[in-house]
Nanobody, 121 residues
């Protein structure tokens, strides 16, 4: 049974840092592309970052590039998102999601429950 459980959210002042975690079970994290997706209050879902299977190439939305770092610990089956230089506009619920590739396309087939990040002074 696939399960994704995020943790690490909270209240941070602008300019601060925080690390989110996503504990995965029921599948092999290193064999799958994993993602962070966020949803700000009153807005739609926004893709934040991805890490590929195998070699682990990483990708970032322009809005977080240079400030956020995605990584994974294969032994712990855990995905991370290190967030630095946080801004109020980073306030959102952050979800980790697993990618499924099918018929030349992809979608997120499993999601965590989300963890709230609030950036405010």
């Amino acid at each position: 049974q696939v399960q994704l459980v995020e943790s690490g959210g909270g209240l941070v002042q602008p300019g601060g840092s925080l690390r989110l975690s996503c504990a995965a079970s029921g599948f092999t994290v290193s064999s799958n592309t994993m993602n962070w997706v966020r949803q700000a209050p009153g807005k739609g879902l926004e893709w934040v970052s991805s890490i590929n299977s195998g070699g682990g190439s990483t990708y970032y939305a322009d809005s977080v590039k240079g400030r956020f770092t995605i990584s994974r610990d294969n032994a712990k089956s855990t995905l991370y998102l290190q967030m630095n230089s946080l801004k109020p506009e980073d306030t959102a619920v952050y979800y980790c999601a697993k990618t499924l590739y099918s018929s030349g396309s992809f979608y997120y087939d499993y999601w965590g429950q989300g963890t709230q990040l609030t950036v405010s002074s």
